[in-house]
């Protein structure tokens, strides 16, 4: 497995030639040769009804051009996700043999590993565009992330992406899930509290003046 990306390890593959990324260009193909037919039904249908040649073609291409356009950025938004994995990640759609290892890459060109952490992307007031981030209470920075402003939900898309891909390279290399973590320390401090507010309550009832008047008439 190599890859001609710049800078990028020669044991690592950009998350668009990937195996589970392999649909997204089949919908682009499909979708390019589907903009063509329309283009030439389109035109067919504007001779028919006596239109000059050249303004039907002139739509047919308008059309045509349109829907290029619609296709190849939505597919853009997937194909320039800055996301690369090794073999052994589940995106490979193959056996692991090892650890599954997974990079970013940042503005600059840089390819960074995330951690042990989920992601998040902040405003960068200085920079502009955005800064990559651990999902801690810190917020530890990782690198400047994006120099454009969220183009139609892009970069949540490819924040979607990147954490779903941390998220299986963990459970490859069988690291616990922090959230997870999270959620279960959460439910032991409710059960915890409850069972704490429970037994004030038992407290409060027993040394309550009603029983305390009863108890005295015993």
């Known amino acids: 497995m190599v890859d001609d990306e710049p800078g990028l390890p020669t044991d690592m593959l950009r998350f668009i030639k990937t195996p589970v990324a392999q649909p997204l260009i089949k919908g682009r193909n499909i979708g390019l040769a589907g903009s063509l037919v ?3 039904v389109l035109f067919v249908v504007l001779r028919q009804f006596a239109l000059a040649p ?10 045509l051009l349109l829907n290029i356009a619609v296709v190849w950025l939505r597919f853009q938004s997937h194909a320039s996700t800055p996301l690369a994995v090794n073999i052994n990640h589940p995106f490979m759609d ?6 599954a290892r997974i990079l970013i890459q940042m503005a ?3 390819w960074v590993a995330p951690g042990n952490h989920r992601v998040r992307a902040v405003p960068d007031e200085l920079l502009g565009g955005f800064t990559l981030v651990q999902d801690t209470e810190d917020y530890p920075a990782l690198g400047h ?10 970069l949540a898309r490819h924040l979607a992406l990147i954490n779903q891909a941390i998220a299986l390279r963990d459970a490859v290399n069988e690291v616990p899930d922090p959230i997870e973590e999270a ?9 915890l509290l409850e069972r704490s507010w429970l037994e004030d309550e038992e407290a409060v009832e027993v040394e309550s003046p009603l029983v305390s008047f009863f108890r005295g008439k015993e």
């Open 183 to 191: 959620r279960g320390r959460e439910e032991l401090d409710t059960g």
């Open 54 to 63: 050249t303004l039907a073609a002139l739509l047919a291409i308008t059309t």
């Open 38 to 40: 329309v283009a030439v």
């Open 94 to 99: 193959t056996e692991p043999m090892g650890e």
């Open 108 to 110: 600059d060109g840089r």
């Open 145 to 154: 992330f994006s120099t454009a402003k969220d183009v139609a939900g892009t």
